[in-house]
């Protein structure tokens, strides 16, 4: 079963709360740990990953932290998992890093686990953290008129 490590879910969880505060300036581990629920140690250990990939710039000092190093659209969830976890692979068949099959020549798996490969990288690769951030504040303006409408129907 293909599955996303704690490694990736928690660098996606990362890096969209910087998006979340973009142009804002620098947070510290501690804040973006509390604000996504992540271990702070952990996260600590995440970091160094995401800015070899310059995904992520550090900042030092009293006020220092993290930023994105690029704009929010400009940075795919395929991008931060590959800088967390390596290679996204399905199979041991599938994707320009896989390692391959002994069987080949006989062998289906590659021409169905490389079109699922595919499907999966395209859609991470379409999915930006600006899409994130907006689809969250566009179900947040929506909770927000419910939460308005109910106080007014119930005399608020």
């Given at each position: 079963m293909f599955k996303v490590s704690s490694k990736g879910r928690y660098g996606v969880?990362?890096?969209y709360e910087l998006a979340l505060h973009y142009g804002e300036g620098p947070l510290t581990v501690a804040l973006i740990a509390h604000a996504q629920n992540i271990p702070e140690q952990y996260l600590e250990q995440l970091m160094p990953s995401l800015k070899r990939a310059g995904i992520v710039k550090g900042m030092r000092g009293a006020q220092g932290g993290y930023v994105l190093a690029d704009r929010p659209d400009q940075i795919s969830v395929k991008d931060v998992v590959k800088a967390v976890e390596g290679p996204i692979l399905v199979a041991d068949c599938a994707g320009e890093d896989a390692p391959g099959c002994d069987a080949s020549d006989r062998c289906i798996g590659p021409d169905v686990w490389t079109r699922v490969q595919e499907a999966v990288e395209?859609?991470?690769a379409q999915m930006?953290?600006?899409n994130l951030v907006e689809t969250q504040r566009q179900h947040l303006k929506r909770w927000f008129l419910r939460w308005e409408q109910d106080?007014?129907?119930h005399g608020g």
């Open positions: 969880k990362a890096v395209e859609t991470m930006t953290f600006q106080l007014q129907m």
